[in-house]
């Protein structure tokens, strides 16, 4: 299958600082990104959808001014997370998709926020 | 929102045994995805059956849907201590290009 390439793999930052993960899709166009959170032990809640040069859609709950979702080209997407605070580490997990095809997962980064 | 509920939440079996997980969804889907996850690791897709389809095999993985009933089935033959992992269904619905959205998932635990 396609290659989706999400970095880093973990990151451990402090309180009050911003982190951004990277999603790229490495073979083919991501016309559609998505973003997912995962706490331990729980599924996978989708936070935003992503279309290449559009504003993301966030879903309920969601603050977009906390996790700022940047779609730039067809290959690349990215999650900043704001102003981090304990209570945001979980295991963050992209998806790309070219039109309506498969959608292929990246290998998820694990925030923790001491 | 969530979509997807699998049952049971949890299951444990013998090495060899066979492994049934379920799921049942709430709206029209275009197709519906199970994936596997190893504990704090990425997503591995494991098969797709689309909305016309009745059943789908890939090797020892045999999938079932039932559009009237908005069900599904994943069955794990003869299984192995390295399929313990924890098993999400994920649908597509129809409208558009809209995102996986996943079920709570079943953490399968084959014990050698």
């Known amino acids: 299958g396609a290659v989706v390439s999400q970095h880093p793999s973990w990151v451990i930052c402090k309180s009050g600082t911003s982190v951004k993960i990277e999603c790229r899709s490495l073979d083919f166009q991501a016309t559609t990104m998505f973003w997912y959170r995962q706490f331990p032990k729980q599924s996978l809640m989708l936070m935003a959808t992503s279309n290449e040069g559009s504003k993301a859609t966030y879903e309920q709950g969601v603050e977009k001014d906390k996790f700022l979702i940047n779609h730039a080209s067809l290959t690349l997407s990215t999650l900043t997370v704001t102003s981090a605070h304990p209570e945001d580490s979980s295991f963050y997990i992209c998806?790309?998709?070219?039109?309506?095809?498969?959608?292929?997962f990246g290998q998820g980064t694990r925030l923790t926020v001491v | 929102s969530q979509q997807g509920e699998e049952d049971p939440q949890a299951l444990s079996i013998q090495e060899g045994e066979n492994a049934t997980m379920n799921c049942s969804y709430k709206?029209?889907?275009?197709?519906l995805q199970w994936y596997r996850q190893n504990s704090g690791r990425g997503l591995v897709h494991l098969i797709l059956i689309r909305s016309n389809e009745r059943e789908k095999h890939s090797g020892r993985l045999r999938v079932t849907l039932d559009t009237s009933k908005k069900s599904s089935s994943l069955l794990i033959t003869a299984s192995r201590a390295a399929d313990t992992a924890s098993y999400f269904c994920a649908t597509v619905r129809n409208s558009g290009n809209t995102p996986l959205v996943f079920g709570k998932g079943t953490r399968l635990s084959v014990i050698a």
């Open positions: 709206t029209s889907i275009n197709n």
């Open positions: 998806s790309a998709r070219q039109d309506t095809r498969e959608a292929f």
